[in-house]
């Protein structure tokens, strides 16, 4: 197992495009998080999900952003007309879970760079 | 909501010296804490965790106690090395139901460690 694995690592797009990254987690690990960090700052969390299922989306997931895990696999995130302030680095991790267990370590994969110009 | 605050950086320090970054945390309940650290060019990587208050969290010389009572979990090192220069994240991870694994990070703290 390589571990979270992220494309494309960087992006580069002009304001308007659409964009679309994807994330493929560590085999079996059922619970997939998106992230978003910008420079300086700590990750901050966008949305998640248990299997196929998006249990919850922070407020700053606005409507242009949309994520989805359609066969609790891979996940895609796609950013709709974007704008510059969506520049930043978008991360993804994978945990393992379900039921009661407290094991809440979640793996992180590179991350992809977006860059809006 | 969660909250977490750690110190301001960047901290530069000589090898060999001792390493404190703070880190405090505003949380509902009994959440887990972390600290991630990210190397130069790669992901966010688990340095330690502990899971409940009294708990300490240790890897490759790092230590940090989970403190109830002051809502910290700082991070320690005796001796630092060139190689632990890095920017450290503390994390803490909420108590029950679907907030497991779904982490509030603090803003980062990047060490650099002179030989």
């Known amino acids: 197992d390589t571990g979270v694995s992220q494309n494309p690592r960087h992006k580069i797009t002009k304001r308007g495009q659409n964009v679309t990254f994807r994330c493929d987690p560590i085999?079996?690990?059922?619970?997939l998080y998106w992230y978003r960090q910008t420079l300086g700052q700590g990750p901050e969390f966008l949305t998640y999900?248990?299997?196929?299922?998006?249990?919850?989306k922070s407020r700053l997931l606005s409507d242009r952003f949309s994520a989805e895990r359609p066969k609790g696999s891979f996940s895609t995130l796609e950013i709709q007309r974007t704008e510059q302030g969506d520049s930043a680095m978008y991360l993804c991790?994978?945990?393992?879970?379900?039921?009661?267990?407290?094991?809440?370590?979640?793996?992180f994969g590179q991350g992809t760079r977006l860059t809006v110009v | 909501g969660n909250s977490v605050t750690q110190m301001e950086g960047p901290v530069t320090l000589s090898e060999e010296a001792f390493l404190t970054i703070n880190c405090t945390y505003t949380?509902?309940?009994?959440?887990?804490l972390f600290w991630y650290v990210q190397y130069p060019g790669e992901g966010l990587q688990l340095l330690l965790k502990?899971?409940?208050?009294?708990d300490k969290g240790s890897n490759k010389g790092f230590e940090a106690t989970y403190r109830k009572e002051t809502t910290s979990f700082h991070l320690e090192k005796g001796s630092v090395q060139v190689s632990d220069s890095a920017v450290y994240f503390c994390?803490?991870?909420?108590?029950?139901?679907?907030?497991?694994?779904?982490?509030?990070f603090g803003q980062g703290t990047i060490l650099t460690v002179h030989p």
């Open positions: 991790a994978s945990s393992p879970g379900g039921g009661q267990g407290r094991n809440t370590e979640a793996f």
């Open positions: 085999s079996e690990h059922n619970r």
């Open positions: 999900f248990q299997n196929e299922a998006q249990l919850e």
């Open positions: 949380a509902t309940g009994y959440p887990s």
């Open positions: 502990a899971t409940k208050a009294d």
């Open positions: 994390a803490l991870s909420g108590a029950g139901g679907t907030s497991y694994g779904k982490l509030t």
